[in-house]
């Protein structure tokens, strides 16, 4: 078994990406980002320290989390009936000092070719999570790699649980993964549909399936279903399709043994990702039995935190993540 020790990595600099996104500032519990031209203050419990920007910087926020719902004073223009422009202020004024932005309606982000929808959602979310860039990055190199080789007749199977609006799962389906897309919200099963429409990816084979993370992984096991590359991405806590609840604490150790009985003999990898402080970063986690019945399928495990990195070079933690490969 090869232990990567990898340090923090930057997932998006201040000079990559800049026009779609961009990290600010953090401290004091919140995060200022920019967002294919929005401006959005946001909490970020993992936001310590200071802010570094000017309070003005902070004020020119066209999006705002207050009380956990969004506030924007984001201007929309539009064209009436008649064809003459007009102009109107989307939601609440937050701050009336702060000047209004003109913007296109559609709001997204892209990574290489996939284009996914963004919007104010609950908790604070809009629908992705910039720090799973390099995962997605990663995910796709594994599919070249695995398709180079051409053992395979038929294209190499994924599963993505937690999918969410389905980043990781356009990543692994435009890599020539045949994905399972696995939530228990339909709204976000409808949104990672509409996100592989816009990014031109809705002829790949993909399954959308809206159900309980663990009822589903229980039938696959029974239906001896096998998967080359397992994607997981839980909250620290959630809702199954019919309302069961999930905690992580709780819940993960059996979910991720009945994963382990869905991997295919030959296994390309395994990825655990979240936000959740429950599993500390040090390298206690990975001997946890749970851990080493994953590692018992894999050469390989890669273990670290995301950061993302801020305009004066500060690291804001993201989280945990865990690769396990072959
Ligand atoms: C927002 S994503 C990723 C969360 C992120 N890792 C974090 O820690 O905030 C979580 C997704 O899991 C889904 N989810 C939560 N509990 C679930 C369950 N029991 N079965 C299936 N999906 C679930 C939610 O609908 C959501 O789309």
Known sequence: MLLVVSSPFILLTPNSQQAQ??????????????????????????????????PKSWYKATH???????ETNEVEFSSDAEGA??????????DT???????SRTWCFRWNDLSLSLKTSPFGHVGVFPEQVENWEWLSKLGKKRIRKGSEDAPPTALNLFAYTGGSTLALASAGFAVTHVDASKPSVQWARSNAESSLLSHLPIRWIIDDVRDFVQREARRKNRY???????????H??????WEL????GSLISDCCSLLADRPIAMLLTGH?????????????????SVSSHFASVDSKRASLIDLKGRELDCGYIFRWFN
């Open 249 to 252: 604490d709780r819940d993960l």
């Open 64 to 70: 705002r989390v207050v009380d956990k719902r969004w």
């Open 21 to 54: 996104y961009q990290l600010i500032d953090f401290g004091r519990g919140r995060k200022l980002e920019r967002f294919d031209g929005r401006l959005l203050d946001r909490p970020c419990p993992a936001a310590d320290g200071i802010p570094q920007a000017t």
């Open 240 to 245: 199954g399709a019919s309302g069961k609840r």
């Open 85 to 94: 422009a007009t102009q109107k202020v989307i939601g609440e004024i937050v």
């Open 228 to 238: 080359d590359v397992i994607v997981l991405d839980p909250p620290a806590f959630g």
């Open 276 to 292: 959740s402080p429950v599993l500390s970063m040090d390298y206690g986690p990975l001997e946890k039995p749970i851990f080493k």
């Open 97 to 103: 000092a702060s000047p209004k932005l003109a913007v």
